[in-house]
């Protein structure tokens, strides 16, 4: 980044990547301002999950450049929070909330390789904030979806992150859990910056400052909760509607037969 250049919390720059003979991301930009919670859409298959990837690392870019808090992604790591799909985790770990959410503080290069007193009290504080004090002793199969969700959410904010990733955060969660997930992302992302996955485009266009789509290879980002209808539809290969449900925003609806193939998740009004 040259001097005096914006500053950015990701930049991707002529970007591909892909697995093996697969082309996912061709070409593909994104320059995402420091601060705000951006919501990331797009079809099953589209590059969401390998957009994550790169942010974290995971993954190297065959062509182009991925910056990550003004560098390489490898070295970001310990200032970037990751919260997965909670389908993702095994749920028969024997391991409590406190712990896992203890758990977040490892690869931080404490002298001792384990979690000091100050590391154990920021926990706990985390546990409380995301109103889980009860179930803290609980073992992970013995919580319900949105518990195990914040939970993880409270792994990821233990580190305090400058960048915080999320996959799904509300798939299985109730509507109070989904509430707390972004009532506590809006105050967090005051000083830090958000990425949001989601399928349900009614949820995000209530709760993020902006939204980008994958589809077809690129990304499409214009810095606000509303995308242009070609943009979603080249993305989905399908047609876009515009529907109010007491808060208007952009919803894929079903389609005769499900022609499209797609799962576009389901508004709430």
Not at 53 to 78: F, H, N, S
Request: aromatic letters at 2%; charged letters at 20%; one cysteine or more.
């Amino acid at each position: 980044m040259s001097p005096g250049a914006p500053s950015f919390a990701v930049r991707f720059e002529a970007v591909s990547a892909g697995y093996g003979g697969r082309t996912v991301l061709e070409n593909a930009t994104l320059s995402l301002p420091r601060g705000g919670i951006l919501g990331l859409i797009g079809p099953n298959g589209s590059g969401k999950s390998t957009v994550l990837r790169l942010i974290l690392g995971q993954l190297a870019p065959r062509t182009g450049v991925v910056e990550v808090l003004g560098g390489p992604p490898r070295q970001a790591r310990t200032r970037v929070g990751y919260v997965p799909q909670s389908l993702a985790l095994e749920r028969d770990l024997p391991v409590t909330v406190q712990d896992l959410v203890e758990s977040g503080f490892l690869g931080l290069g404490s002298p001792s390789g384990g979690i000091d007193r100050l590391q154990r009290s920021r926990a706990r504080d985390w546990v409380a904030k995301l109103g889980l004090e009860k179930v803290a002793g609980r073992r992970l199969s013995d919580l319900s979806g949105g518990q195990l969700q914040l939970a993880l959410v409270a792994r990821a904010l233990v580190r305090e992150p400058e960048l915080l990733l999320l996959d799904e955060p509300t798939a299985n969660a109730d509507s109070r859990a989904e509430g707390t997930v972004f009532s506590l992302l809006e105050e967090c992302c005051r000083d830090r910056t958000g990425i949001v996955v989601s399928h349900d485009i009614g949820v995000l266009s209530r709760n993020v400052g902006s939204i980008a789509c994958v589809g077809a290879g690129k990304i499409v980002h214009h810095g606000g909760s509303e995308l242009p209808l070609d943009a979603l539809e080249e993305a989905y290969g399908c047609p876009v509607d515009l529907i109010a449900h007491g808060h208007p925003h952009r919803v894929l609806p079903h389609h005769d037969g499900d022609s499209c193939g797609h799962h576009h998740g389901t508004p709430r009004p």
